[in-house]
């Protein structure tokens, strides 16, 4: 079946350590997106790709990378310069970047012991 | 900037009735579109209706219909026959367009409301 796949599902990681979060797509789709969720908060953007080898930052950007080698593929890293790391995150892909219709992956659940 | 504000962080709703979630948005662009997602406790988003601002017609989809109201600037969203399996976070969320119709931007959430509904 055609979808987002996020792993792992849940992820725990001592202060210090940076830890990558795995977005796998087989929808065909262009864009991919990186959102933060926290309790009570909606989603924000942390970067987004519309293209191979292509990415631009979102509205929270600080203290997390990104990288697009393959179009299927869009992992995100929390550095340990991210301060607040503990939150959901959802991965999620569309057919161009900045349409509404998004299909989202299950998220990932960080929490930082 | 534009903004997304959802009222009501939670509500609750007997089984099989409706219910009206609210959301207003905040934009001087004349041109966007309103988007509903659904987030059960799964945690994956699940995209439930449309509504663009030069559209004529409030949006339907099944039991889930769009009150477009572009004066008061709010798109609420209105739940027909209440099921259990509508207990979810639903979240509001606006991107703007362009004159012809693309997009600008990216999407921008409101905080959500969680449902409950009742047996």
């Known amino acids: 079946d055609g979808g987002i796949t996020q792993s792992p599902k849940y992820l725990f990681r001592k202060e210090g350590q940076n830890v990558t979060l795995s977005c796998e797509q087989n929808?065909?789709?262009?864009?991919m997106y990186w959102y933060r969720q926290d309790p009570g908060q909606g989603l924000r953007l942390i970067y987004y790709?519309?293209?191979?080898?292509?990415?631009q930052k979102g509205d929270i950007a600080e203290g997390y990378s990104v990288s697009r080698e393959k179009k299927e593929s869009f992992p995100l890293t929390v550095t340990s310069a991210q301060k607040n790391p503990t939150a959901f995150y959802l991965c999620a892909s569309s057919d161009e970047v900045g349409t509404g219709e998004l299909f989202f992956g299950e998220g990932s659940r960080l929490t930082v012991l | 900037a534009q903004k997304i504000t959802q009222t009501q962080p939670g509500m609750f709703v007997q089984e099989k009735e409706a219910v009206t979630l609210d959301c207003t948005y905040d934009?001087?662009?004349?041109?966007?579109?309103l988007f509903w997602y659904k987030q059960p406790s799964s945690g994956e988003m699940i995209f439930l209706i449309y509504?663009?601002?030069?559209?004529?017609q409030n949006a339907t989809e099944g039991r889930y219909s769009l009150n477009f109201q572009k004066a008061r600037k709010s798109a609420n969203l209105v739940i027909s026959a209440s099921q259990l399996g509508d207990s979810a976070m639903y979240f509001c969320?606006?991107?703007?367009?362009?004159?012809?119709?693309?997009?600008?931007?990216?999407?921008?959430f409101g905080k959500g409301t969680k449902l409950s509904v009742k047996p």
């Open positions: 934009t001087s662009d004349p041109s966007y579109g």
């Open positions: 790709s519309q293209i191979v080898n292509d990415f």
């Open positions: 969320a606006m991107i703007l367009l362009t004159y012809y119709g693309g997009s600008q931007g990216n999407l921008i």
């Open positions: 509504q663009g601002s030069y559209d004529q």
């Open positions: 929808l065909n789709h262009d864009a």
